[in-house]
């Protein structure tokens, strides 16, 4: 997880792409932008998925498991985001889309918002 946010910290086009698409300005990114967009979400749920399974066989506990399950419930409220996971193109486990589609059907009350950098004090490469 770490080295996904490393490399998106790390570039200021992912920055700036993974900004349009929190602050519901994916519509405004050129088709290679979206198409990098998508990359960026399968690597990202990819990764969740792992710790999915290390959730559900025990390994991760559940106050370790929830901040992700929120993370995906706000990240799943993203259109992009929503119709790529049910997509044929994605290569999810039939139980973890389940738990996708439940998120979608029943996101979390108190689940995850996206910060925008401004809130940081930082400019948002996004705007």
Not at 29 to 44: K, S
Not at 46 to 56: A, D, F, P, S, W
Not at 97 to 104: K, M, S, Y
Request: net charge negative; glycine share 8%.
């Amino acid at each position: 997880m770490a080295d996904w946010h490393g490399t998106v910290a790390d570039s200021p086009d992912l920055v700036r792409i993974w900004g349009a698409h929190m602050s519901d300005g994916a519509a405004a990114l050129t088709a290679e932008e979206r198409a990098r967009l998508v990359w960026l979400i399968a690597q990202y749920f990819t990764i969740v998925e792992g710790l999915y399974r290390q959730h559900v066989r025990g390994f991760l506990p559940p106050d370790s498991w929830l901040p992700y399950e929120k993370t995906l419930s706000g990240l799943l409220e993203k259109p992009l985001t929503s119709q790529f996971v049910a997509s044929a193109t994605s290569a999810f486990s039939g139980d973890f889309r389940q738990l996708c589609a439940r998120l979608i059907e029943s996101p979390h009350d108190d689940g995850w918002q996206y910060t925008d950098l401004e809130t940081f004090g930082m400019p948002n490469p996004a705007a």
